[in-house]
């Protein structure tokens, strides 16, 4: 009988432990995350439910596995139904991890939009590359080809 016990114990609290694939953060927790940065970053802003967005995502998965001296970030901004169960198994199902992943925990874009870049008018997906050592920050405000996530890798830590 304690076996037993003792074994659904340990399912339960297997189950009950185990680590969350993406973190829910505030736009200044987000803020606070890019400020605080001491290496090269990407931070990939994109959904689940955006073509673009999830075609390129396979580009920066693979510039991160040849740059492992830049963060990859992505930050999801799937709607709140979808977090964190089916943006963390979207995830899974296309084997997107090994970067950091977020999901932002914001719903009014005319807010945290411009907190990113003030060009940002809300479409996804969108790009922010940063270098605090060279004072670098570049904002692409649109999908990238690999071509083009190579290109800007390279700059980005020239």
Request: glycine share 4%.
């Amino acid at each position: 009988m304690n076996k037993l016990i003792g074994l659904l114990l340990v399912l339960f609290l297997s189950g009950t432990c185990s680590a969350q694939l993406v973190k829910k953060l505030s736009i200044d927790e987000l803020d606070q995350y890019i400020k605080s940065a001491q290496k090269p970053m990407v931070l990939n802003f994109w959904a689940s439910f955006c073509r673009p967005c999830v075609d390129e995502l396979p580009y920066f998965m693979e510039a991160q596995q040849q740059y492992p001296e830049v963060e990859l970030v992505m930050v999801s901004l799937d709607l709140p139904a979808y977090y964190p169960d089916k943006v963390e198994s979207f995830l899974r199902a296309k084997n997107f991890i090994g970067a950091t992943q977020f999901w932002l925990n914001e719903t009014n874009a005319d807010s945290f939009c411009p907190r990113i870049d003030p060009s940002w008018d809300g479409a996804i997906p969108v790009t922010l590359w940063v270098n605090p050592a060279k004072g670098y920050r570049k904002f692409v405000h649109r999908s990238m080809t690999g071509a083009q996530v190579k290109l800007a890798y390279q700059e980005l830590t020239r």
